[in-house]
DNA sequence: TTGTAGGCGTTATCAA
DNA sequence: TTGATAACGCCTACAA
């Protein structure tokens, strides 16, 4: 490697002072043209970066940002995680913002988390994914005035800090409306245990959506815990039924692959759709619900460096809508 | 937040000078006992964190490490990124590294990356994935000595830098040998095409099994890109065979998926084993060769540990065994 | 418009 | 064994 080239060796290639050269960086305009094109030149001659370490110490600032990465789970929803996180490190690097990874086992851990991070690195904001109800990890943040954006909803105190998330009660209800298009008038729906803030707002879009055209979602929902075998289970008693859905929703991916092994006939006619339009359900022709997650990270990277760069107006949330991807099981 | 609290903030809470504390954290073994334990109180006490950004400055070292992060691609081979990803966070926390994501195009745009992230951040090392025959990026690294390490061999050049490796071509004999043992004696393979590295090797591991107990690998290989589709037609033009293999080993999970497709009777008589025990082999009772993600990820760890804090003795390679997840399919 | 001085928090060097 | 001093590279304030 050359030699470190730092802001000295950039002025005196071209015969400035240190200064003239710092204002070409952050502040071009008070540079003469002229001065401003040699220094230019320079830089790219020498090939100088800004140390971020020495730029850090003097603006508070790390151009850092952290986010967790959780650990593969059942896997099949694990690679939304993925996708997210490289969408995330895009539009960071797009913006001049590097991610930096941390792992915890739990919400207090992941809080002592923050504070290691916070102290040792200077992280200018974190972006928090999958917030529930009663989030410690939020209070915590705003409570030392610690930027943050989460990809989820505050579900229980709106607005207290900014947020990306995509509608789930829509997809639901795309999905339901795509079944009812195709003719399907008893539509099922298999969703998590009530409770979980995500999989109640996906659920309603299920229900409201019967509702509005006049069919009747009594007695077709049931809720249970996330899973293949559990999916298929369900599916099951649903089909069960004296008067048996012919077309099922369900609230995710690995429950939905569970309901189509339900029914026996390859070819049957029951129709199911999922949700996260995971690797798994395009490998298995499962029509799902895509969340937008590239557009989730770059909305989460556009209002952090709305918090962090620019007045403190809180930036308005932003609610994406997924799309439906069809393939051929509904 | 409660105020900033610098090593003289420490110093001067535990009446001693901030170099006495600098010592205590770093050479403690020179400081005496009583003092040491003093400045210790104090540093729980104050809940203090050295800056890293200042340590940095001084020392050149910034306890930070890159890897990039891919797209999703085909997303059923992609778990096992995200896999690896986690382990490596968490092995280089317990080091007292962070992991720092980047992303790139192709292998010019992440050398350019390289440049940035060493200029601009003082990157201690990185952690490179996927190696390829000649690949620019080691050479580029190593002709400038910056530390890394790779998830991958160097296929070209052995052990000109450290590496982690699992044995693709041992896992592919055990995949091999499992079916030989449950009575199968016409085994196909399904690789990728030659030249990629990785798939050469794994298909060695079935090539050798047959031959050293005298079963015939020839006409029983094919190679093709990777993806569902392709795995299923591969697999059919080998059932078409006159005398068609009653087992295949495929090289990745994608295609045997896509073998298992082929085979019309679900309950049929196909024994199908894949590569890399992704969720969706999981979901689909596949059998498939499992890679030790996570010790993988910490080896790494422990070699870039080995070269940036010991002496300059080149640590040795490491290569993992993977072991067989026994499903339904095999 | 450009240059000089000082300090951010840490550690290496050297003196006490 | 402990403490004072300087320096890492940068940016802000101020002076020229």
Redesign the pocket.
Known sequence: MSQ????????EYA?????????????P????????E??RAAIATLG?????????????RSRLLAVRIEPAGDGINGSVADRFLHGLTDAAGAAGYRVMLYTAVDDNDEIATYDDLLGAYDLDAFVLTGTGHGDPRTSWLAGRDVPFVTFGRPWDTPDLHPWVDVDGADGVAQATRRLIATGHRRIGFIGWPAGSAVGDDRRSGWESTLTEVGLDPRGLARETHDGIAEGEATARELLDLDDPPTALVCVSDSLALGALRAYPDPAGSLAVIGFDDTPVAAAMGLTSVSQPLREAAAGCVDLMVGVLDRAPVPPAPLLLRPSLVLRQTA
Do not use: D, L
């Not at 470190?4 to 002025?11: D, E, F, L, S, Y």
């Open positions: 470190k080239v730092t802001i000295a060796t950039v002025a015969q400035v002072s240190r200064q003239t050269v710092s204002n070409v960086i952050n502040t305009e008070i540079v003469r043209p002229e001065t401003r040699r220094v100088y970066r800004a140390n971020q370490a020495a730029r850090q110490m003097r603006t508070g």
